[in-house]
């Protein structure tokens, strides 16, 4: 049975039991059973689905996989893991990070002043703040009030200029300097597409020359004792682990340096984000060629060996891991509104007592396909439809007769595809892309799946139930903003593969996975449809919990966010209605609440679905 490649991208967070998936957790709720207790309570529209216990899973993985290399390999510093908020700001998301990474003291990285007041809000005592990313003097002078207020705050200088700055502040004033990082430019870079932090025309970091003069300037200002850090990261969704090997091997022998130059106070290398997570759902390890394994023996070996070798103490190692801790841990479920061909249903074939002889055939092969037959099959049934389409212009056969035609040539395709799904010849790949049914979510890819608008990347996507049946057709989706880009497309060697559902009888949901990094806070309100509501789910031996609700806004709250009166918005459209005629007072007050109604309500569809 077909599993939409849940063993490849899921890392067993779900599986798939009765049909339905299911969270491999505790009680094990299928994500349809949650679903449907949420839209118990007329909640409609796309859901947004976080599962703390999977964050808790990330970073219990990500920390139990550094110690056992910092044990194996015998090394001397320290793991630190601090959690980029830019990855994803939601309250439940931090909150969750802070409380379940509590026994690592797990720490939150800043890249702007909003996201500074945050991690200075957020991180409980003893934990590291990290702060990167080009920053003025006002920057600089929260992190003095940070750590002035008691905060574990390293800031990562990204060039000479934030350093003068620093040594200014720590002039003009008598607040507790911060801990300073440098991030330093390598000669190495990432890859996939992603990477764009690292490499010689990198948009961060300091040059040899002037960590030189970096220094300098620490000695001069008497704040070298404060420089604690060197810092890189070399791009998110790093595919290849042989990039991140050169980066350590550079930074590492960077950081022996700087100790031989007197930097004291050096003790750790944060090696920044880029952890990838695995999104393909037909091939294993098309995201990354490493494990996590891989990834945490080879940084501490090769520091250790680098360290060893230059006969330098060995540096504490921080991560800022980002996607790989909280992606997993969001799923976004999108309500099917429509299928595009429903008029291709086998129901609607209204056969005669004597069809034309074509006809008949067409009903056999469609009966009689197999594995074995099915490409000679569907030459004859394509070969029969030409044929039916000139008996028709030639007013020989009639609009039932054409209409059974096509009913039965694209079942027989249909079949075939399937048939043939694993290794489609060319030809049925160009069929399979002509006749992608189009499925419409009710969601917005601009709002909900940025990253697939803006780069291309796909998310596994699948249905929550039905999963006994064997999907047959080849899907494309459709959301419901009006524009083109808002499709999802498959192409051949990937396809997707969906149920042919009657929507009006029966709901037929869509789940999205690896959704929580990224998505959120980089999508946007295109046609004004706004964050989905959201809802966390604690799961325990017995049962599950649904907790913090988010809703999405309202109609007149986005209207508000831009810049309009909603007030005034309002007024006027009761006004409109109340001057125009309605054949009793009774419907008029009835039409005024329902348009209020309306507009108290987020703007995804409710009628249908
Ligand atoms: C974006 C970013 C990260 C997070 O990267 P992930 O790929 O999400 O792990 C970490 N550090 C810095 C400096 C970043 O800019």
Not at 400 to 422: C, F, G, M, P, T
Request: aromatic share 10%.
């Amino acid at each position: 049975m077909q599993n939409f490649g849940l063993d490849i991208w899921s890392n067993k967070n779900f599986l798939i039991e009765n049909g339905e998936i299911k969270l491999n957790f505790k009680c094990m709720p299928s994500l349809l059973e949650i679903t449907n207790s949420i839209r118990a309570n007329k909640v409609k529209g796309p859901l947004l689905l976080r599962f703390p216990h999977l964050i808790e899973k990330q970073i219990n993985t990500l920390y139990s996989y550094f110690t056992k290399a910092i044990k194996e390999n015998k090394y001397k510093g320290a793991f630190h893991a601090v959690f980029p908020l830019k990855v994803n700001q939601f309250p439940s998301v931090v909150e969750a990070i802070v409380e379940r990474g509590q026994k690592y003291k797990y720490g939150l990285e800043a890249g702007s002043k909003a996201e500074l007041i945050l991690a200075m809000s957020k991180t409980p005592e003893g934990a590291n703040i990290t702060v990167n990313g080009f920053k003025d003097k006002e920057m600089l002078t929260l992190a003095f009030l940070a750590a002035q207020s008691g905060h574990n705050i390293t800031v990562t200088i990204e060039g000479l200029n934030e350093l003068e700055t620093i040594i200014a502040v720590a002039e003009e004033s008598n607040l507790k300097v911060p801990n300073i990082g440098i991030r330093v430019r390598l000669h190495s870079s990432g890859s996939g597409i992603w990477a764009k932090s690292g490499g010689m025309d990198a948009k961060f970091g300091l040059t040899s020359t002037e960590i030189i003069e970096a220094i300098k300037l620490l000695k001069s200002a008497n704040l070298i004792d404060k420089f604690t850090m060197i810092h890189f990261h070399i791009g998110s969704q790093m595919a290849d682990i042989a990039p991140l090997k050169k980066a350590l091997r550079e930074a590492g022998n960077i950081y022996a340096e700087l100790k031989k130059l007197g930097a004291v106070s050096l003790s750790s290398i944060n090696i920044g984000g880029g952890l990838a997570v695995e999104y393909d759902q037909h091939q294993a390890s098309c995201s990354r060629n490493y494990s996590i394994d891989e990834f945490s023996s080879s940084v501490v070996f090769l520091l250790g060996e680098i360290m060893d070798a230059k006969d330098v103490a060995h540096p504490d190692i921080f991560t800022e891991s980002g996607r790989f801790i909280v992606a997993s841990h969001t799923v976004l479920i999108t309500p099917v509104l429509e299928l595009f061909s429903q008029d291709y249903q086998e129901e609607l074939l209204h056969f005669k007592e004597t069809n034309p002889p074509l006809i008949t055939e067409l009903i056999e092969l469609n009966r009689l396909l197999n594995n074995a037959n099915c490409i000679e099959y569907l030459h004859d049934a394509l070969d029969h439809m030409e044929s039916l389409f000139t008996l028709f212009d030639l007013g020989y056969i009639d609009l039932q007769d054409r209409s059974n035609a096509e009913i039965l040539v694209h079942n027989i395709i249909k079949k075939a595809l399937y048939l043939k799904s694993a290794n489609p010849t060319n030809e049925l790949e160009k069929l399979q892309s002509e006749l992608q049914e189009r499925y419409l979510i009710n969601a917005s890819i601009f709002q909900s799946l940025p990253d697939y608008w803006g780069l291309g990347q796909h998310f596994p996507v699948m249905p929550i139930h039905h999963l006994n049946t064997p999907p047959l057709r080849a899907a494309s989706l459709w959301d419901i903003t009006c524009d083109s880009d808002g499709e999802i497309r498959f192409n051949p060697e990937k396809p997707l593969y969906l149920h042919d559902v009657n929507i009006d009888e029966e709901d037929y949901f869509l789940a999205f996975f690896n959704v929580g990094a990224y998505q959120e806070t980089l999508g946007m309100n295109h046609n004004l449809f706004t964050h989905p509501n959201e809802y966390t789910i604690t799961i325990t031996d017995t049962e599950y919990h649904i907790g913090t609700k988010i809703e999405s806004k309202t109609i007149l709250d986005v209207l508000d966010t831009l810049g309009y009166d909603k007030k005034e918005i309002l007024k006027k459209l009761k006004e409109d209605l109340k001057n125009s005629s309605f054949s009793t007072e009774k419907e008029k007050s009835a039409k005024l609440a329902q348009l209020e109604t309306f507009l108290q309500q987020n703007g995804y569809l409710r009628t249908t679905n």
